[in-house]
């Protein structure tokens, strides 16, 4: 008898020990931190790694600055992040290595489909999100993450007020990816606040997966004045060497937070674009003044910017990094207690409260800066940003 009531009670301890490791989220995972945890999932490789490493790079550049000072009253930070090739079938295992590394925080994923699905394991783990970058209006779907970026239909319904009030009497084309979240988001946001004047002679043309071959595109948008693109910028680089010589000269390429690093492609000669190519972003990676200038000096000092290009995919991330240190020195002088072995779901908990307070308000180095060199930067309590977008030119036109 004492032989299965001792057998009973390990199967009891063991039950007991699985339940106790659910319900607290997995917290042992924290449990040896030293440091807190913040992780990323982006594409370190592939034809998306210009995003994945910039914000790599910004986020350790804002880690190794705040550290340098103390830290968070010294608990220091630790950063790190797992390459996902922009690929969703690869987040799970992106996203259960960093957890298991202890990530307490995260910057989630750095594009929007592997974003889709990160979330879904971040919900149920009740880890804090703040994307630099997933710009999907799912992405804080849950109570659990924010954007740092503008959300796909801020990015089209912006870019459509811009066209409105700048383009009108223009002939508008669009050239969007017709199977990406992304792509599809913004241009149906853009058309639901186009008005109706521009609407009327509008053209359209598309692509799905990897075509390269985009002479049938440019031929039915070749007489517009203005195409918008809410594409990457490895298939827009490939659109305006196809139709450098169709579409008009004087006609105006304007795109989105996905044009960002167009100007860096290794092969691409941006300047043998006759056609003006700009976009609606909060970050202006030709800024002279104030805190966005600092940055982008404090970066390329530290990095190759031939090798490593900034763009705002990197600056979204560092001020991802400093707006979550922010809001935990908030937190601490409200009274909240952090230390390196607060689990997740805590620091979720904590963060969340503080994001979603109407008093919160972070300075930074994306959005439009004010006198003081810094945009000002909020939450709603749907996890959308509020910051105002400035229209950055990449390249002028060369049409006379």
């Not at 390196?340 to 972070?362: P, R």
């Amino acid at each position: 008898m004492k032989k299965i009531i001792t057998l009973f009670l390990v199967i009891a301890m063991m039950v007991a020990s699985v339940i106790g490791m659910t319900s607290c989220g997995k917290t042992e995972y924290t449990k040896d931190n030293t440091e807190i945890v913040i992780g990323v999932s982006g594409p370190l490789t592939g034809g998306a790694a210009v995003y994945g490493i910039a914000v790599r790079n910004a986020a350790q550049m804002a880690v190794d600055e705040i550290n340098a000072n103390g830290g968070l009253d010294g608990i220091k930070f630790k950063f790190i992040a797992s390459d996902d090739k922009h690929d969703p079938t690869n987040v799970t295992t992106s996203y259960s290595s960093m957890y298991e590394a202890g990530m307490q925080i995260s910057l989630g994923c750095v594009t929007t489909k592997p974003g889709l699905e990160f979330k879904e394991l971040s919900k149920d783990d009740n880890v804090f999100v703040l994307t630099p970058s997933a710009t999907g209006d799912l992405i804080p779907e849950y109570d659990n993450a924010f954007q740092m970026c503008f959300a796909d239909s801020n990015q089209g319904g912006a870019s459509a007020e811009y066209f409105n009030t700048n383009f009108t009497g223009k002939k508008i084309g669009v050239f969007y990816k017709s199977d990406d979240e992304y792509s599809k988001g913004i241009r149906d946001q853009f058309l639901s606040k186009l008005s109706a004047d521009l609407k009327a002679n509008l053209k359209e043309a598309s692509f799905k997966g990897k075509e390269s071959d985009f002479n049938t595109q440019v031929n039915t948008l070749k007489e517009c004045d203005v195409i918008f693109m809410p594409i990457y910028y490895d298939p827009a680089s490939q659109f305006m060497v196809a139709g450098k010589d169709t579409i008009k000269a004087s006609a105006v390429y304007f795109g989105c937070d996905g044009l960002d690093g167009i100007d860096a492609i290794k092969g691409f000669d941006i300047n043998s674009i006759p056609q003006e190519v700009s976009y609606l972003s909060h970050f202006n990676s030709g800024a002279t003044t104030g805190a966005a200038a600092d940055f982008i000096k404090a970066y390329n000092d530290k990095y190759d910017e031939d090798k490593e290009p900034l763009n705002q995919f990197g600056a979204a991330a560092y001020d991802c990094v400093y707006a979550i240190f922010e809001a935990l020195k908030v937190a601490k002088a409200n009274g909240k207690t952090v230390t390196a072995t607060t689990s997740a779901s805590d620091f979720c908990e904590i963060l969340k409260e503080v994001f979603t307070s109407e008093t919160f308000v972070f300075k930074g180095v994306t959005g439009k800066a004010e006198s003081d060199g810094y945009s000002r930067i909020s939450w709603t309590d749907d996890g959308f940003v509020n910051k105002e977008a400035v229209k950055y030119i990449v390249k002028e036109s060369s049409a006379k």
